[in-house]
């Protein structure tokens, strides 16, 4: 069910963009790519998505995507900041007229004060360079693999909800 909104997301993500002659990048954490499959389910997807990063550890975090790697230390890599951040670097690097970024925890994790799996998106516009769309989602009780989906679903849904689509 979850796949299927995102599948439903990124439909219409996929017609705005086209119709729009915008592009559209993306930076991802723990969605491990799942944003990027979604957005290509489609064909012609090439028209308007350009590609994207899966940055795992801080250090590639800090090398592709220019997050800064102190702040993203003191987190885990896991902050609305660290999801802008990842979200304009994807943009600047790919010269893309949107961007998308995600991060977080998909399980709990004890150590970081995380008793549930979180996460953050963040949607930016080349046009102003600005934040259009952000927020913290929380899974208590979902399996590592449901929260991935759901965070890519949730990012998509909040793309479009920013979109007006």
Avoid at 91 to 105: E, P
Avoid at 119 to 124: I, M, N, P, Q
């Amino acid at each position: 069910m979850i796949m299927k909104t995102a599948e439903n997301s990124a439909r219409r993500i996929h017609q705005w963009f086209v119709a729009n002659n915008q592009t559209l990048a993306a930076a991802e954490s723990l969605t491990s790519g799942r944003l990027q499959a979604a957005l290509t389910l489609s064909s012609g997807a090439s028209s308007f998505f350009l590609g994207g990063i899966t940055a795992y550890t801080i250090s590639i975090k800090a090398l592709l995507l220019g997050v800064n790697e102190d702040e993203a230390r003191k987190v885990n890599a896991v902050s609305a900041s660290v999801a802008r951040q990842m979200a304009f670097g994807v943009l600047k690097r790919m010269g893309a007229d949107y961007a998308i970024a995600t991060t977080g925890f998909a399980e709990p994790s004890p150590a970081d004060g995380v008793p549930h799996p979180k996460a953050h998106y963040a949607v930016v516009k080349a046009e102003g360079f600005s934040v259009i769309a952000e927020e913290m989602v929380e899974y208590p009780g979902l399996t590592r693999n449901q929260v991935q989906d759901a965070v890519t679903a949730d990012a998509l849904h909040g793309l479009c909800k920013a979109l007006q689509i």
